[in-house]
């Protein structure tokens, strides 16, 4: 068990630009999701997926952002045209669903930071 | 709408003193609850959760937490803290098989 997986671990970034980053999961999970953490606050969902299908998005999650996994296993977080608000820890993480208990595992987090 | 609020930012205490975080949920039914322990720079570390039956469970790192529905609480414990104890604790709910709803945090420091 490898854990979750996150690349790159740090982003520094001039505004307007284009960032992508991805997650790659524990191998047997079909669950996958996407939170940002701003400094001093707790993770806010932005988005899940369970396989390839994404299941919902968060208002947090503005058209400049998108989210795939195309195959079910890792996914990418797109932003576009970044913005100095955009700054913030990204986090990835996985679970096996089952029934109705789902423990969600986490990457270390992609910090970006938007110039 | 779920909300999780933990009610202190930042808490000190000497090593080898006993701990105690506070967390309340706002939710209708019997949410899950979770506690994890961040780093800093770093992801998430599940410390315990809850999911039903005994209302006191057990978690990693000599941690535990009581859930009172009467009190909407989710209280972690720790009988004598450690150096390496010092970190950001987040408590965190789900109601359904979906999305976690965290609280904003308690910072813990620890002094020797």
């Known amino acids: 068990d490898t854990g979750v997986s996150q690349n790159p671990r740090h982003k520094i970034t001039k505004r307007g630009q284009n960032v992508t980053f991805r997650c790659d999961p524990i191998s047997e999970h079909n669950r996958l999701y996407w939170y940002r953490q701003t400094l001093g606050q707790g993770p806010e969902f932005l988005t899940y997926f369970q396989n390839e299908a994404q299941l919902e998005k968060s208002r947090l999650l503005s058209d400049r952002f998108s989210a795939e996994r195309p195959k079910g296993s890792f996914s990418t977080l797109e932003i576009q045209r970044t913005e100095q608000g955009d700054s913030a820890m990204y986090l990835c993480?996985?679970?096996?669903?089952?029934?109705?208990?789902?423990?969600?595992?986490f990457g270390a987090g992609t910090r970006l930071s938007v110039l | 709408a779920q909300s999780v609020t933990q009610p202190d930012i930042h808490i000190t205490v000497s090593e080898g003193a006993s701990l105690e975080l506070r967390c309340n949920y706002s939710?209708?039914?019997?949410?899950?609850l979770f506690w994890y322990v961040q780093s800093p720079g770093q992801g998430l570390q599940l410390l315990l959760k809850?999911?039903?039956?005994?209302?006191l469970v057990q978690g990693i790192k000599g941690f535990e937490a009581e859930f009172k529905r009467s009190q909407s609480s989710f209280n972690l414990r720790k009988p004598s803290v450690h150096w390496s104890d010092a970190a950001e604790y987040f408590c965190?709910?789900?109601?359904?098989?979906?999305?976690?709803?965290f609280g904003t945090g308690t910072r813990l420091q620890v002094t020797l």
């Open positions: 993480a996985s679970s096996l669903a089952s029934l109705a208990k789902n423990i969600q595992y």
């Open positions: 809850y999911f039903s039956g005994d209302t």
């Open positions: 939710y209708g039914a019997t949410p899950y």
């Open positions: 965190a709910s789900t109601g359904t098989a979906s999305k976690l709803t």
